[in-house]
């Protein structure tokens, strides 16, 4: 079974929207971490936050913010005002304390933000 | 300078060539990583390292082979490959031994094999 699913594939917004990617995870384990990553066209994995299984509390960043629900096995992402620049394929991974050099990623959700 | 460093960016070569991809490391960690990526397929691990040892090396074949001389600097030596292969292959890095770790990728190394 999948650990981590990102079941929109691709998602088109206009400038000035908020967008929210949807990340699922499945696991046994009590400690864990979620991750998620930006991947431009140039095709590097960027690093943008990690949270662990303990600290449900949300994270802002900027125009960025996460919300984790372990009630719901969810780790979601939002982007308010969206802009061009954020137009890139986004990943959520996670790892576990069984073994932290496993990382599981998802099949990722390309945005594009069109001006 | 970015903390994983990939070299060369682009490569394009043969079936019967014989070359490298290089992968640097200046964030002190102790685990490298070879992902690849092909076209709207999830990521693939390759092979992992820890304290320059191969712990994990997922059924890749043995056209690709992995090189760790020391705990900053990753090879992936590359021969007789096949056109499927083109892809492109991303190194990363983590500090193993803490809880938490988090993994930092290298701008990946895009490979066409004609």
């Known amino acids: 079974a999948q650990k981590v699913t990102q079941a929109q594939t691709e998602i088109s917004v206009v400038e000035k929207e908020d967008v929210t990617l949807d990340c699922v995870y499945e696991?046994?384990?009590?400690?864990?971490?979620l991750f998620w990553y930006k991947q431009p066209p140039s095709g590097e994995l960027v690093f943008l936050i990690r949270r662990n299984s303990f600290d449900e509390q949300n994270e802002i960043s900027g125009r960025y913010s996460w919300n984790f629900q372990k009630s719901t096995s969810s780790f979601n992402f939002t982007i308010t005002a969206s802009q061009v620049v954020d137009s890139a394929v986004y990943f959520c991974?996670?790892?576990?304390?069984?073994?932290?050099?496993?990382?599981?990623f998802g099949s990722g959700t390309k945005l594009n933000v069109k001006p | 300078e970015t903390g994983v460093t990939q070299t060369p960016r682009h490569l394009v070569m043969g079936m019967t060539n014989k070359k490298s991809l290089k992968c640097e490391q200046h964030?002190?960690?102790?685990?490298m990583y070879w992902y690849k990526q092909s076209a709207k397929k999830p990521l693939e691990l390759m092979f992992v390292?820890?304290?320059?040892?191969?712990?994990e090396n997922n059924s890749v074949p043995s056209r690709f082979s992995p090189e760790c001389p020391n705990s900053s600097h990753l090879f992936l030596h590359l021969h007789t490959l096949q056109p499927e292969d083109s892809a492109l292959y991303l190194c990363?890095?983590?500090?193993?031994?803490?809880?938490?770790?988090?993994?930092?990728f290298g701008e990946g190394s895009w490979l066409t094999v004609v």
């Open positions: 964030l002190g960690h102790n685990a």
């Open positions: 991974a996670l790892s576990e304390a069984v073994n932290f050099n496993k990382f599981y």
């Open positions: 696991t046994r384990d009590t400690t864990y971490y």
């Open positions: 990363a890095s983590s500090q193993e031994g803490y809880s938490g770790n988090t993994i930092y």
């Open positions: 390292y820890s304290l320059e040892e191969r712990v």
